[in-house]
């Protein structure tokens, strides 16, 4: 077989055409390497790794302009290439050498990728580890890049996120303290910052406790009286969260 012509294509690739009609795509490195320039006969053998090598480079470019749109994960680009039809062998030439010329970095990933968390959004550090560990990051590079983080940074976006939530509270205060709580433990925080940060929190849930014992209070005399008001009157405050006292007061006034 002979090669009749080259053709430049897009960036560093060309189409090269044999005296059989047949056309491929190479890129100019494998052109070089194997000097089809100089010497343009070319038998099976040769041309079958000419297609092999350039398929790599294929894989490897197509890594490059995806991981030019954002940071990738090493995972991410496989699972990329792989879905785009490449072979095994291509991917994994594709990764090394990403890898190798740093365009593939997990360690500079992982820490834009908490840098981020932290200024975008209120995850904590348990939530941010499952998302890492399900792009594929190692448990080591995440532990490495959250132990550098002070513990003080965590503590603020809990208190930030408390303070949000008491404004626009109308529980009693237990009740505003456990769902606060199942809040921040789904955000990814642990149990011990959250209840450190909440324990001295106080709420005034006055203007709460008179709505919430109104209202039971209003619908429950319509079928009870007496003692046995009373006593389902309390169990509902109770199960809301009220204190005995406030509860004792309310019904003496009445």
Same mark, same amino acid.
């Given at each position: #077989?002979?090669?009749?012509s080259f053709k430049?294509?897009?960036? *560093?690739?060309?189409?090269?055409?044999?005296? $059989?009609?047949?056309?491929?795509?190479?890129?100019?490195?494998?052109?070089?390497?194997?000097?089809?320039?100089?010497?343009? !006969?070319?038998?099976?053998? $040769?041309?079958?790794?000419?297609?092999?090598?350039?398929?790599? #480079? +294929?894989?490897?470019?197509?890594? /490059?302009?995806?991981?030019?749109?954002?940071?990738? $994960? @090493?995972?991410?680009?496989?699972?990329?290439?792989?879905?785009?039809?490449?072979? =095994? *062998?291509?991917?994994?030439?594709?990764?090394?050498?990403?890898? @190798?010329?740093?365009?593939? =970095?997990?360690? @500079?990933? /992982?820490?834009?990728?908490?840098? =981020?968390? %932290?200024?975008?959004?209120? +995850?904590?550090? #348990?939530?941010?580890?499952?998302?890492?560990?399900?792009l594929g990051i190692?448990?080591?590079?995440?532990?490495?890049?959250?132990?550098?983080?002070?513990?003080?940074?965590?503590?603020?976006?809990?208190?930030?996120?408390?303070?949000?939530?008491?404004?626009?509270?109308k529980d009693s205060?237990?009740?505003?303290?456990?769902?606060? $709580?199942?809040?921040?433990?789904?955000?990814?925080?642990? %149990?011990?910052? %959250?209840?450190? &940060?909440?324990? +001295?929190?106080?709420?005034?849930?006055?203007?709460?406790?008179?709505? +919430?014992? =109104?209202?039971?209070?209003?619908?429950? !005399?319509? @079928?009870?009286?007496?003692?046995?008001?009373?006593?389902?009157?309390?169990?509902?405050?109770? &199960?809301?969260?009220?204190?005995?006292?406030?509860?004792?007061?309310?019904?003496?006034?009445?």
């Open positions: #077989m002979e090669i009749m430049r294509k897009r960036g *560093s690739m060309y189409e090269i055409e044999l005296n $059989t009609g047949d056309k491929y795509k190479v890129y100019d490195d494998v052109i070089l390497k194997y000097e089809l320039l100089l010497n343009r !006969k070319i038998n099976k053998k $040769t041309l079958d790794k000419v297609l092999e090598e350039s398929a790599k #480079m +294929d894989a490897y470019f197509k890594g /490059v302009r995806y991981i030019s749109i954002k940071m990738r $994960t @090493k995972k991410e680009v496989e699972n990329y290439l792989r879905r785009a039809g490449f072979l =095994d *062998s291509e991917v994994e030439y594709a990764l090394k050498k990403l890898e @190798k010329e740093g365009i593939i =970095d997990e360690k @500079k990933y /992982v820490a834009a990728y908490i840098n =981020d968390a %932290i200024i975008l959004s209120l +995850d904590g550090p #348990m939530k941010i580890r499952v998302s890492l560990g399900k190692g448990d080591h590079l995440i532990d490495e890049r959250l132990s550098a983080i002070d513990e003080d940074i965590w503590k603020e976006r809990i208190g930030k996120i408390i303070v949000k939530r008491s404004k626009v509270n205060e237990k009740v505003f303290k456990l769902k606060t $709580t199942n809040n921040l433990i789904s955000l990814g925080y642990s %149990i011990e910052l %959250i209840r450190e &940060q909440l324990s +001295d929190i106080k709420i005034d849930t006055g203007e709460a406790f008179t709505r +919430d014992a =109104d209202r039971i209070y209003e619908k429950l !005399k319509g @079928k009870f009286e007496g003692w046995e008001l009373e006593s389902k009157f309390k169990s509902k405050m109770y &199960q809301k969260g009220y204190e005995v006292d406030r509860i004792n007061a309310y019904l003496e006034e009445k």
